[in-house]
């Protein structure tokens, strides 16, 4: 396949790029309207949660939503007129289904302590998609002065509004800051490739996309991921190959053998590299949250559809443009990466095990990392139901019904006095400040409504929900609401979490094995993609849990990580680091094949990849670190942690920690037992050999022929 690529570009390179332009337009036309469209709800919710499943319990025998979804913050006294038009404006929106207004001497909860504001308190019917309704409240509340609208549907109308605003800024940051980083490394005409191949890759990635959406709702933050993923590897890919392409003109090729030796070689490890960031990335499809699922498909979707990008377009540019872009001053010899190998693998134990402890203890704050969750709080300061949020967690009394935890249950009426007594046990329970109910809701199910002063991802809240659930009801019962939403997050990423290493694993294991033929390497690879992955969490929580950074990064500390970000990121950081180490392994084995030894092929390996790999994790972290730019916390801890990662595996593990560890088996990083081995060298299996010009003589072969 690698080789039709390489002749149809060598012989039809302007119908190539034509073709390339064809896909690019279409992509255009119809790939951006994916940013309208990905709106899947409660993208952070199990679907099959005990605490969904309470809810759907209580949508279906009510039609409404399970609990109060709209609050409007009036800056009124109860019973004033404000407070009164307030509730009937949003009691005449289409959509809403029931709404309770404080009136004096009763709903404390919904008064200031101070008795100076009021909460207006909506809850919106089952059906209607509280991204049509909720616009359609500000409308008619559009005017009053003071008037703010907060809650959880207002705070998810908000963060896909936020998600889609940023997709814009982080272009406007990540475009310019790669075309410069891309002049600098790539030099003259080469620094426009990435950049046309890094375009074609997020617009085709948004169209597959929206061809997905359509059977299966995806949550609109996996845009962001495409962008700064897509641009990422997109421009790596195009680096990898220019590089190769110089190289291989720089030994008298011409421009045909060196397209073809390119494509051969580093066309083949770009194949195996996106097939493992995409195998990494899609492990997180099989977590039920659509979030991860999102994030997954999105992933993986891009990674393949970068390389292709890569593959389709830049051989036909190398052959166009092959003067200019084989300009380039050639390597030194002995370089400074070459002599930096030698000096690790001359103490490999020392290196390995000083790098191992250096990481380790970066990787260290992870160990007291605690879980936020996804509410008003990470929306920035300047959106209305952050602010209904703080004002209500400051100036309002703990007992509104918003965060309450729902028991319920499907019984026959008989059941009522049993529920009754149940009610009033749970009442009694920590963290509850009172139970209303049982009330009957047709045909047989049952509501007991426990208010808790708590915040539902507290750790005093998460307590409340153990404490409901530990005791023995008369009937078989299901726990919702926020508190227990937020659990049963938690239980399911936990029960899903050894599925979906195993899965990774597997999948790493196997790609590397059909790359280098060796069992060996394949598991050291996994061990120091750990170290890295481990090291990145560590930097998240150092500086988002703990509230460093705040002005430079513009961000208010939750107190704690948001669990599916430290999956994606560990996701993330796994697949990146694997990207890199496929293509310093493809090197060191190229190197071996004519006979180099073992540590002589290492360093060889390092001193034609060293730049090129830490030139590729400068742009690819610039490219994800524009996450950073995110209004919304949870987007930027992304975006800070995966930068953390490259950069972290970039000048720290590849740098040290492969060459200690390649010098330390010699030989043996190679080995394989015997029927594998025949196995791999069937044909078809493994990396392809071409038959390169020959490479020009290592410092050890040039002092040998000295003497």
């Known amino acids: 396949m690698l080789g039709a690529l390489a002749n149809l570009a060598i012989r039809q390179p302007r119908r190539m790029l034509l073709l390339a332009l064809v896909v690019f337009a279409v992509a255009g036309v119809f790939g951006s309207t994916a940013i309208g469209l990905l709106n899947a709800r409660n993208p952070f919710s199990d679907p099959s949660s005990a605490s969904a499943r309470a809810g759907a319990l209580i949508e279906r025998a009510t039609g409404k939503e399970p609990s109060p979804g709209v609050l409007a913050l009036v800056p009124a006294p109860p019973g004033s007129p404000a407070v009164a038009s307030t509730a009937r404006a949003i009691a005449r929106v289409p959509g809403v289904a029931a709404v309770t207004a404080p009136v004096p001497g009763h709903d404390a909860g919904l008064v200031s302590t101070d008795g100076r504001s009021s909460l207006v308190v909506a809850t919106l019917r089952a059906a209607p998609d509280p991204d049509t309704v909720v616009p359609n409240i500000e409308t008619a509340l ?29 272009e406007a940051i990540a475009f310019p800051l790669l075309a410069i980083l891309a002049f600098f490394i790539f030099r003259g005409a080469a620094a426009l490739l990435p950049i046309a191949v890094g375009g074609m890759a997020v617009l085709a990635t948004f169209l597959v996309l929206r061809l997905i959406n359509i059977a299966l709702p995806l949550s609109i933050f996996a845009l962001n991921l495409v962008i700064g993923l897509g641009l990422g590897l997109a421009v790596d890919y195009s680096l990898f190959l220019v590089w190769r392409f110089r190289e291989e003109m720089r030994l008298d090729a011409s421009t045909e053998r060196a397209v073809r030796v390119t494509m051969a070689t580093t066309g083949q490890t770009i194949l195996f590299s996106a097939s493992t960031v995409a195998a990494a990335l899609a492990a997180l499809t099989i977590f039920p949250q659509r979030f991860l699922v999102s994030m997954g498909l999105g992933g993986a979707v891009v990674a393949l559809i970068a390389a292709a990008s890569a593959l389709l377009i830049v051989p036909s540019l190398l052959v166009l443009l092959s003067r200019r872009i084989s300009r380039a001053r050639p390597p030194e010899p002995g370089g400074g990466w070459y002599r930096l190998a030698n000096g690790v693998m001359r103490r490999p134990v020392l290196v390995a095990v000083g790098t191992t402890v250096l990481l380790l203890a970066i990787a260290s704050p992870a160990l007291g990392v605690r879980w936020s969750g996804i509410d008003a709080t990470v929306l920035p300061p300047s959106q209305s139901a952050r602010v209904v949020s703080d004002t209500a967690a400051r100036d309002f009394p703990p007992s509104n019904d918003a965060n309450a935890i729902l028991v319920v249950a499907s019984a026959p009426a008989s059941a009522r006095p049993a529920l009754a007594t149940y009610a009033g046990r749970l009442a009694k329970l920590p963290g509850i400040a009172r139970a209303g109910g049982p009330v009957a809701l047709p045909p047989r199910t049952w509501e007991i409504t426990l208010a808790s002063p708590a915040d539902p991802i507290s750790a005093a809240g998460q307590r409340a929900v153990t404490a409901v659930r530990a005791l023995t009801a008369p009937v078989p019962v299901l726990a919702g609401g926020p508190a227990a939403e937020f659990a049963g997050q938690g239980a399911t990423i936990a029960a899903t979490l050894p599925l979906a290493i195993t899965i990774l694993v597997i999948v790493t294991v196997l790609v590397l094995w059909l790359m280098t033929g060796s069992v060996i390497l394949p598991f050291k690879t996994l061990l120091m993609n750990a170290l890295t ?16 950074l705040t002005g430079p990064l513009a961000y208010t500390s939750q107190g704690g990580i948001e669990e599916t970000d430290f999956l994606i990121l560990a996701a993330l950081a796994f697949a990146l680091s694997t990207d890199y180490g496929v293509f310093l392994l493809s090197r060191i084995g190229e190197a071996r094949r004519p006979g180099a030894p073992e540590r002589e092929a290492t360093a060889a390996g390092m ?22 730019t995110s209004k919304l916390v949870f987007l930027k801890e992304v975006g800070v942690g995966v930068a953390a990662a490259v950069l972290i595996d970039a000048f720290i593990v590849r740098a040290l920690l492969v060459p200690s560890l390649m010098a330390l088996p010699g030989r043996w990083n190679w080995w394989a037992p015997a029927p594998l081995a025949r196995l791999h060298q069937r044909p078809g299996l493994g990396e392809a050999e071409p038959a390169p010009p020959p490479t020009p003589p290592t410092p050890a072969h040039q002092a040998k022929n000295r003497t």
Not at 154 to 161: C, E, N, P, S
Not at 533 to 540: F, I, K, P, Q, Y
Not at 609 to 627: M, W
């Open 142 to 170: 559009r005017g009053r002065p003071g008037v703010l609208l907060g809650g959880a549907d207002v705070a998810g109308v908000q963060l896909g509004q936020q998600a889609q605003a940023g997709l814009g800024f982080a």
């Open 533 to 548: 992955a481990a090291a990145a969490t560590g930097v998240l929580v150092f500086i988002f849990q703990d509230g460093r």
């Open 607 to 628: 001193q034609r990849t060293g730049r090129l790999i830490t030139s590729a994790a400068i742009l690819l972290a610039v490219a994800i670190g524009a996450f950073a």
